[in-house]
């Protein structure tokens, strides 16, 4: 529920509270399907479509998309509902990664993902194509040639 400790001058969630929510839930998602312990890697999108009010309860859900060797791309989506009005709105979607650790904060393998449906098969495809060119724009940036996780 959004309360008034989380909200800003005009009544609306502060980006930052729900942006910490998600990284908690995407955390969340990740580590249990990892096995162990997950820390994020990077926010990929965070795209605030309309705002949730004081009173609103907020409901995140997040899935793993995409897993590559050692990582996991995690799409939350939030919405809000009014509790009186039962007007619900995507407030908030969210593409974060997430890197798999062992005990020494290593890098450690992620099972593969098991995809079942044409759908499932079309946002993998779409989130790897994503991460190809994030990760190239990383490369172009730190001018590094580092290979993906």
């Given at each position: 529920?959004?309360?008034?400790?989380?909200?800003?001058?005009?009544?609306?969630?502060?980006?930052?509270?729900?942006?910490?929510?998600?990284?908690?839930?995407?955390?969340?998602?990740?580590?249990?399907?990892?096995?162990?312990?997950?820390?994020?890697?990077?926010?990929?999108?965070?795209?605030?479509?309309?705002?949730?009010?004081?009173?609103?309860?907020?409901?995140?859900?997040?899935?793993?998309?995409?897993?590559?060797?050692?990582?996991?791309?995690?799409?939350?989506?939030?919405?809000?509902?009014?509790p009186l009005k039962r007007d619900k709105r995507r407030c908030v979607t969210a593409l974060l990664t997430f890197v798999a650790v062992d005990e020494k904060m290593k890098p450690t393998l992620v099972p593969p993902l098991t995809l079942t449906t044409d759908e499932e098969k079309q946002v993998f495809d779409w989130a790897s194509e994503r991460r190809r060119i994030l990760l190239d724009q990383m490369r172009k940036r730190s001018g590094s040639p580092r290979k993906p996780a």
């Open positions: 529920m959004v309360l008034l400790s989380h909200t800003n001058s005009i009544g609306t969630i502060f980006g930052g509270v729900l942006m910490s929510w998600i990284d908690i839930v995407a955390a969340i998602c990740a580590q249990r399907y990892a096995g162990r312990i997950a820390v994020t890697a990077s926010v990929d999108a965070l795209n605030f479509l309309s705002p949730a009010r004081v009173g609103d309860t907020v409901t995140l859900r997040a899935q793993v998309v995409y897993t590559g060797k050692t990582s996991m791309m995690i799409s939350v989506d939030v919405d809000a509902e009014n």
